[in-house]
């Protein structure tokens, strides 16, 4: 059988914002990576100390549309030599780290891949680091920030247990069609926030016919 759209009502799309903004971020930043005492990371630490990468104070913002993660840094460079660490050379400064928002659109996850990074003196002035510094953090701290996961499932189950709450049970199978169609969509970057727009097709019932008006 097949039923006049009238009967159903038209399809359109109801659009849901969902605001992460940068304290948030920063905070799952904290616990995620940063969660050595102090709210500190070490990305990297061997054995024989000839290598290690220490960061803390976070912060989080936006640069264009990508996001931007600032901290203080110091890193500790040598070679292992029997036993023994050789030119041993270390920095102290400040990173920014500039990250691609990717979201997943099976799992629901919000990733974070390093694009590239920025170095400053401990004054904030800009500076080029030598190559083994460089080495290291591509290799470690690139990896490292990149394992920062946002997971949104738990937004998506809180609008699929609570929306049918809302309608009267015979409504419940249209309800079920609405929340079959839920999905993630664009993801936008601005100063304040990373915004992502969840979709979802409601079937809008058509308007009663109007009465005709009583001529006067």
């Known amino acids: 059988w097949l039923f006049p759209a009238y009967l159903w009502g038209a399809t359109e799309t109801l659009h849901l914002p969902l605001i992460l903004d ?10 995620q990576a940063y969660h050595e005492p102090g709210d500190r990371a070490i990305p990297l630490e061997q054995d024989d100390v000839c290598a290690r990468i220490e960061l803390w104070e976070p912060e989080v913002g936006s640069e264009g549309s990508l996001i931007k993660i600032g901290s203080r840094i110091r890193i500790r460079a040598g070679i292992p030599m029997l036993g023994r660490c050789l030119r041993v050379t270390e920095w102290e400064g ?16 919000v990733r974070f891949e390093t694009m590239d990074s920025r170095f400053y003196d401990q004054r904030r002035k800009g500076i080029s680091l030598s190559r083994p510094f460089l080495h290291l953090i591509r290799t470690y701290l690139y990896p490292y920030l990149d394992t920062v996961v946002v997971d949104l499932a738990q937004s998506k189950n809180e609008i699929t247990e609570f929306l049918p709450l809302v309608f009267p049970a015979e409504e419940r199978p249209r309800i079920g ?19 992502i727009d969840i979709l979802m097709e409601m079937e809008v019932l058509p308007e009663p016919p109007r009465k005709p008006e009583r001529p006067l």
């Open 177 to 195: 069609r609405w929340l079959d169609s839920i999905r993630p969509g664009k993801v936008q970057i601005d100063k304040e926030a990373v915004r």
């Open 22 to 31: 940068y304290p948030l971020i920063r905070s799952l930043l904290i616990q």
């Open 94 to 109: 400040y990173i920014e780290v500039l990250q691609r928002v990717r979201l997943d659109d099976r799992t629901w996850k």
